[in-house]
C-alpha cells in the first residue's frame, strides 16, 4: 500500500494551520515557540517566524540547517539550532526496539518495511549536541511546541516532553496523528484525559495541558 496517496497537506500548506496558531498565541499568552524538525525553513518555521515571537528550532541534517538559515535570514527572532532533540543513543535504542513496525496498523510510515533502516539513516548524522529539546521547555515560560521531526522518534519526544515539570505551561502541537509518529501520542493524551484538538483535516493538531 502506498500510504503517501492522499495524505492531507502538512500543516504549513493547511490553511487552518495559521488562524489556529495565531489564536492559540493570542488566547494562551504564548512567550516563545519551539520546534522539532526545521527541515529548510519554508514550512512551519517561516510560518512561526512571521509572528514574530522567539522561535527555536532543532534540525540535526547540516545541509537542512545551512539552508534553513539562508532561508529565514530575514527574521532575527529565529535561531536554528543545529543538533538532536534528545540524546541520540536513546532515539536509536528506542527505533531499533520499537514494536509499532510489526504490527497489523494501517499506519502511514517511511521506508515501507525497511521503515526502521530509513528512521535510523533519518538521525546518522555528524557529532552535534543533543537533548535540545529538554533544555528548551524545562522551565516555565508559556511555550507552543511543535513535535515534527524523526517519524521513528516522535513517540519518543512526546513521551519526554510529557515527563518535564512545567507541562501546564505548554501547548503541545503534533503533526503526522495518523503516521507511526505521533500515533501513540494522540492515544495517550485521550488515556489521561487531555483534550486533543484535531485539525479538520485529521492529520494535525494541539492539546493544552490544563485546558
Known sequence: MDRNIHYPLEPSADPEFKPVMKNIIKKFDVQEIVETGTRIGTGSTLIFAQTKLPVFSIECNAKHVAEAKKNLRGYPNVTILHGYSLKLKTMLKFILEDDIYNRNFNLRR??????????LHEISCSAVPENLLIKLINNSKQQLILLDSSGGAGYLEFKKVMSIKYLKNK???????????????VKELKKLGIKFHYSRSKRWGWAKFND
Open 110 to 119: 517511511e521506508g515501507g518495511r525497511l521503515a526502521q533502516v530509513y528512521y
Open 171 to 185: 501547548i503541545l502541537m503534533l503533526d503526522d496523528i495518523k503516521h507511526v509518529k505521533h500515533y501513540r501520542s
